[in-house]
């Protein structure tokens, strides 16, 4: 029996679209040409403690100028006209991923830019962490491996940790030179339900380029002048079962950044000089000092392996 044609019949009210909109979990701003407010959903109050009614019709640079976020995305895709992302804070503690979508008009200028923030999963998992009184940075009835520390921060960040290890989740951790990455993805190894199996780790910066394809996904046997007549397996096929630890991973080139991705998603690859798809377990931990949103924004690293590793 064929079904009758109605969508035709369907219509959305203006006000039936505000109402979806003000719905939506993750903030939406829209600006126009001059970089005033036209719209804003209710997840602002949220945000900033503002009401749309308190923002509309405003200047986004007086609002920013005010203090209720940084940095600004705004000039950023206003010089660029391309889309731009941004990790931003508000001034009430919330940390959002943000992104910038330009509208160009006929003659290539803006005309509309539609930004989208969302709260990042670490800001969550914190606060909800926060609210949590049970939880606690040390267990006398737990034998794995404490952290000792003073700082209120860092014990966040330990009892964070506490949350994710148990999961198969991808990890990237970021922070300066020297302030303890590689420690910090070795404790969540050793509180992980894969701490008896191999964690090996790559240091992604201290490895020629056209070494590191080698050393982390292996070669079959003729692959290239020099290489080992029985072939090599990689580090990803070592630590098959355990957690590969990607350190410096802003320095992996972006042709071999899609086979990383490829491991992340569908846990095969294959080797070099092989037509053999490989299966592996695996878990990635990543660390960067580098700021990968710009990284992004100047196509120098991946956007969709950011977000498989920033989970």
């Known amino acids: 029996?064929?079904?009758?044609?109605?969508?035709?019949?369907?219509?959305?009210?203006?006000?039936?679209?505000?109402?979806?909109l003000d719905h939506s979990s993750d903030e939406i701003f829209v600006l126009d040409g001059e970089k005033r407010i036209l719209y804003v959903n209710q997840a602002c109050e949220r945000h900033y403690g503002l009401k749309p009614t308190d923002v509309i019709g405003k200047y986004n640079v007086d609002l920013f100028e005010k203090g209720?976020?940084?940095p600004s995305i705004v000039p950023e895709v206003y010089k660029r006209k391309k889309p731009c992302y941004m990790k931003q804070q508000t001034y009430i503690g919330a940390e959002l991923m943000t992104r910038a979508i330009p509208i160009l008009n006929d003659s290539g200028e803006i005309e509309l830019v539609v930004i989208t923030s969302t709260e990042t999963q670490t800001y969550k998992m914190v606060k909800a962490i926060e609210e949590d009184t049970e939880i606690r940075t040390t267990r006398e009835d737990d034998e794995t491996p404490e952290m000792i520390t003073n700082s209120g921060?860092?014990?966040?960040i330990l009892i964070f940790c506490r949350k994710v290890a148990p999961t198969d989740s991808t990890i990237l951790i970021q922070g300066?030179?020297?302030?303890?990455?590689?420690?910090?993805?070795?404790?969540?190894?050793?509180i992980s339900k894969r701490k008896s199996e191999p964690f090996l780790t790559i240091n992604c910066?201290?490895?020629?380029?056209?070494?590191?394809?080698?050393?982390?996904?292996?070669?079959s046997k003729g692959a290239f002048t020099g290489a080992n007549k029985t072939g090599k397996p990689g580090l990803i096929e070592v630590a098959d079962g355990g957690t590969v630890f990607l350190d410096e991973?802003?320095?992996?080139?972006?042709?071999?950044?899609?086979?990383?991705?490829?491991?992340?998603?569908?846990?095969?690859?294959?080797?070099i000089g092989s037509s053999e798809m490989k299966k592996v377990d695996v878990r990635i931990i990543a660390a960067t000092n580098q700021n990968l949103i710009e990284m992004i924004n100047n196509k120098l690293f991946r956007e969709d392996l950011f977000y498989r590793l920033n989970v």
């Open 68 to 70: 209720y976020w940084k």
């Open 249 to 271: 991973v802003g320095e992996i080139p972006l042709a071999l950044q899609a086979k990383i991705l490829q491991v992340i998603q569908d846990k095969q690859f294959i080797p």
């Open 205 to 219: 910066a201290a490895i020629p380029e056209d070494l590191l394809e080698s050393e982390l996904f292996g070669y």
């Open 176 to 190: 300066e030179s020297g302030t303890g990455k590689g420690v910090l993805a070795h404790f969540i190894q050793q």
């Open 153 to 156: 921060k860092i014990k966040r």
């Open 1 to 20: 029996m064929k079904h009758p044609d109605t969508t035709s019949n369907v219509e959305m009210t203006l006000q039936t679209l505000l109402k979806i």
